[in-house]
């Protein structure tokens, strides 16, 4: 509990400088003329660790809500679209999508929909590279499956997944499993990683 609290009190006291740090890295990416590349990626770079570090702070704060769901019926596909679309910027690998588009609604707390949608996608992106780009496709088979994935090599298990990865795994799977859900998560050298939820 204390914990809890420690943690919420710091998460608070650091939005305000990350947000700050963001309006300066993006009115730098719009004044830096286009032929100072190497300035331009540094500021893209800014952006990313800035993103990240909030993404971090968010899963942290979800581990301490121990808020029951309140469920609605949900179209899985909307809820990833949405995610990418926030997503989207120059200075990162296109998401590849592969939504079934008929999947039947699920039972899931909006809010925490959301949440799981974007970590995942966070989580992926972040061990992702232009080559080897986030996917994210679903489909149904007795039961909703949305899978998030990428193919670059060198991940053999969660311990590689880079900063905020295992807070991000377990705030991911404790949303899955509130719902009866499944989470499974896939790490290997040479295909890459898979991170798979299944809904009833």
Known sequence: MQEGIVLQT???ELRQPLSALESIA???GMVLPHREARAREQVVRIRQLIEQSNWILSCGLRLTVDDPPSPEAMD?????TQAVAARSSSGEPHTMLNLAGNLPLVQFDPEQARALMANLLMLVAQNATPQH????RT???GAVFVEFATSAPGHGSE???GAGAALGVESARRIVEAHA???ALYADPASG???QVVLP
């Open 10 to 12: 710091m998460a608070h």
């Open 26 to 28: 993006y009115y730098l």
């Open 76 to 80: 899985l596909d909307e809820v990833i």
């Open 133 to 136: 780009p986030p996917r994210v």
């Open 139 to 141: 489909w149904t088979d």
């Open 159 to 161: 311990a590689s997944l």
């Open 181 to 183: 859900g499944a989470f």
């Open 193 to 195: 990683i898979r991170v």
